[in-house]
């Protein structure tokens, strides 16, 4: 995790690092999980130019992609667009795993869902 | 200075996805106006639009999609114009090639999607769960001005200068006339120039609609709802797309062989100084009798003008009588026509669509009509091509003319190039 990423992050990582090292193929994973990794992956391959023979690499880095800031950016919009919320700090994501990023994301994910649920 | 040569031109406007056909449709009075999108119709019943024949998205990557409109339309013809030019890029001398490019409203369809996804994340029950806030990242670089000189230079590695010039209905006319310019007195060897537009979105037409400038549809045939010249003229016509030239120094074409369709050979500009949208004789007049000068014509050797020739009350009427300020005599001789009729008013796109038809005009000898011109203005006595193109004639020299809200006025004159 980057130095002075936020400490929730760390724990995202940590927390999510056990349901995404086996691969979001493998029971146990979030059904959310496994949707945001096809959707993220899905969005590189088509639109980005990312080589869909990358994401057969558990160990693929964020860093990996070749994304500049602005590619970056876009890639996030994705899940931005379809969950209602903007992600915070686009940056934390580039020293992880590419199975890492997709287990923050989701957490985010589930800590948005919670909070619009507290509004209801 | 230096002689100023086109050597490519590119099209994609409601008569035509490239120039040939444009051209064509023109020369057959066929009109590109017609209803507008459900979306406006629903609050604007009595608008009609000229839209695009096609998508400017089939005709790029999928990579260019989120791209604004105006920016597809530009990189469309662009495309055209430096294919027909035979310009290899990145061309050798890339420093000394520039982007001009002219367009009224930047990134208006952009901005349009930007609020109405606030709006409606913010109102639809449905969507509650959403940030209203949340918005593309690329929405900021979309809608900015120069997004689509910016595209050109990058696609084909130009390092020269990249202008964007918004002057409303006059911008690309100013952006070929300031390219022109810097190849003329050196300052560059060529330039891409493109004019584009694309604001037939709900946001900006309730702001047309709202200056009571629009024409009513025709009950009978909305296609001939533009009516310049027209005794029943009613106002114009909204348009989309986008028009591009290459230029070039003449001696830069010669060097490589390059095939020319015109040489550029003078540009007036002018300010009215006078009303925000009221249009001025001396004004307008000035900007011809300069562009006259410029190119060392008289007005006996203009053939062809296509007008700015709106259809509005005043301006119709306004541009008869600058003609006739700057052609004194020759007004009578000089056949005048707007191509406007039939494409629609593009706005930012306007002037390098009309100069690109003016040069097909000037190569082939077929004048594009004036359309729907029935019954004539007697205020408008000049000859107008009314109806039909006339084929067969003789032509030396054009002119085209843009006149802008704010008062801008410019001229080009583009007449046969001699080798020398």
């Known amino acids: ?120 | 200075v230096n002689k100023v040569v086109v050597t490519g031109s590119g099209i994609i406007c409601p008569l035509g996805a490239d120039k040939a056909s444009t051209f064509a449709a023109a020369l057959e009075a066929r009109s590109g106006i017609g209803a507008c999108p459900a979306d406006i119709a629903a609050w604007l019943p009595c608008i009609v639009v000229a839209q695009a024949c096609v998508d400017p998205q089939t005709r790029l990557e999928r990579s260019d999609q989120g791209l604004d409109r105006a920016t597809q339309f530009a990189l469309v013809a662009a495309a055209q114009a430096i294919a027909e030019a035979g310009f290899a890029c990145p061309p050798t001398d890339s420093r000394r090639v520039g982007v001009f490019v002219g367009i009224g409203f930047g990134g208006s369809q952009t901005s349009d999607s930007l609020y109405t996804r606030f709006y409606k994340t913010l109102s639809d029950p449905s969507l509650k769960h959403k940030d209203p806030t949340v918005m593309h990242p690329l929405t900021v670089p979309r809608i900015m001005a120069n997004a689509a000189a910016a595209a050109i230079t990058m696609r084909y590695g130009l390092h020269g200068p990249s202008n964007t010039y918004s002057v409303a209905c006059a911008s690309s006319a100013i952006a070929i006339g300031e390219a022109y310019r810097a190849i003329r007195h050196g300052y560059l060897d060529a330039a891409v120039v493109v004019g584009t537009e694309a604001m037939l979105n709900a946001g900006a037409m309730l702001g047309w609609n709202a200056l009571r400038v629009m024409a009513k549809p025709d009950a009978s045939d909305p296609s001939r709802s533009c009516r310049p010249f027209s005794s029943d003229r009613c106002g114009f016509v909204i348009g989309e797309g986008a028009a591009a030239l290459v230029i070039e120094s003449a001696s830069r074409s010669t060097q490589r062989g390059a095939q020319v369709l015109a040489e550029l050979a003078g540009y007036g500009c002018s300010s009215d100084a006078q009303h925000l949208t009221a249009p001025s004789i001396d004004g307008q007049a000035h900007a011809m009798q300069l562009a006259l000068q410029e190119a060392g014509l008289a007005p006996e050797q203009i053939q062809y003008i296509n007008a700015h020739g709106t259809a509005t009350g005043a301006g119709d009427v306004i541009e008869t009588q600058s003609i006739h300020k700057a052609f004194g005599s020759a007004a009578r001789q000089v056949a005048v026509s707007s191509t406007k009729s039939m494409h629609g008013h593009l706005i930012g796109g306007a002037g390098a669509l009309e100069l690109v038809l003016s040069i097909e005009a000037l190569n082939c000898g077929s004048l594009p009509p004036t359309a729907h011109l029935d019954n004539p203005d007697p205020c408008c006595d000049l000859d107008y091509i009314p109806l039909r193109a006339r084929h067969g004639c003789h032509v030396e020299a054009v002119m085209s003319n843009s006149f802008a809200f704010g008062g801008s006025n410019v001229s080009l004159v583009a007449r046969r190039f001699n080798a020398p």
């Open chain 1, 1 to 120: 995790v980057a130095e002075g990423a936020p400490n929730w992050c760390a724990e995202a990582v940590n927390s999510t690092a056990r349901k995404i090292s086996v691969s979001d193929r493998i029971p146990g994973v979030t059904q959310v999980t496994s949707m945001l990794f096809d959707q993220i992956k899905n969005y590189l391959v088509e639109t980005a130019g990312v080589d869909r023979q990358k994401f057969e690499n558990p160990e693929l880095k964020v860093a990996d992609l070749k994304l500049d800031s602005l590619g970056l950016i876009e890639m996030l919009f994705e899940v931005e667009d379809k969950y209602g919320f903007q992600i915070p700090d686009p940056m934390i994501f580039l020293p992880m795993t590419f199975s890492e990023m997709v287990a923050a994301i989701d957490t985010m994910v589930q800590e948005h869902a919670g909070s619009q649920a507290l509004k209801d």
